[in-house]
T-cell receptor, first 112, second 113 residues
Framework: EPEVTQTPSHQVTQMGQEVILRCVPI?????FYWYRQILGQKVEFLVS????????KSEIFDDQFSVERPDGSNFTLKIRSTKLEDSAMYFC??????????FGSGTRLTVV | ELKVEQNPLFLSMQEGKNYTIYCNYS?????LYWYRQDPGKSLESLFV?????AVKQEGRLMASLDTKARLSTLHITAAVHDLSATYFC?????????????FGSGTQLTVLP
């Protein structure tokens, strides 16, 4: 069964450092998403990406965040200057046009 | 405001008992999903409900959707320990152009022997 692959599974970074989280969505999917989940809390939408551009973003997705699809297969989330409150599990997801969101296994980001 | 509310947030139940988790949402939705999450793991898709009156069942879990009431339920029949997990409902709101999911707060289910 096709999978969404995320790397790394765990990233520890110092406050103020830049991090890039990587995702390989399912190849024939059209929509790509990043969500985050602070420990013990609900899953929150960050951003969606379609046709090589951001289609929607939440209030969480401020100027410190950016996404890109550099090579037609990878989908990355960059946090420019990490804060302690960015510590969370970040999930990438992709979807077909009609149905079916597939989530990756997540990257646990710990900012120290 | 697009809101999804689940209750209860925490649920402890004895093996063999039945219980229902409720999911209310604030405005018109295209579809509703139920996910299971084990600690430290990703989100496992359980059900997608597309239309009013939709009912889906898998094993001891059954999900239903009432679009008029903006309510979905996840019913657990004769619970077993393996069902212990956090269950999320998530809604795709019709007004969302990118069709992103809006999640409820989750219900942490613990099935006791």
């Amino acid at each position: 069964e096709p999978e969404v692959t995320q790397t790394p599974s765990h990233q520890v970074t110092q406050m103020g450092q830049e991090v890039i989280l990587r995702c390989v969505p399912i190849s024939n999917h059209l929509y790509f998403y990043w969500y985050r989940q602070i420990l013990g809390q609900k899953v929150e939408f960050l951003v969606s990406f379609y046709n090589n551009e951001i289609s929607e973003k939440s209030e969480i997705f401020d100027d410190q965040f950016s996404v890109e699809r550099p090579d037609g297969s990878n989908f990355t989330l960059k946090i420019r200057s990490t804060k302690l409150e960015d510590s969370a599990m970040y999930f990438c997801a992709s979807s077909e046009y009609v149905l079916g969101y597939t989530f990756g296994s997540g990257t646990r980001l710990t900012v120290v | 405001e697009l809101k999804v509310e689940q209750n209860p947030l925490f649920l402890s139940m004895q093996e063999g008992k039945n219980y229902t988790i409720y999911c209310n949402y604030s405005t018109t939705s295209d579809r509703l999903y139920w996910y299971r999450q084990d600690p430290g793991k990703s989100l496992e898709s359980l059900f997608v409900l597309l239309s009013n009156g939709a009912v889906k069942q898998e094993g001891r879990l059954m999900a239903s959707l009432d679009t008029k009431a903006r309510l979905s339920t996840l019913h657990i029949t004769a619970a077993v320990h393996d069902l212990s997990a956090t269950y999320f409902c998530a809604v795709v709101f019709s007004s969302g152009s990118a069709r992103q999911l809006t999640f409820g707060s989750g219900t942490q289910l613990t099935v006791l022997p």
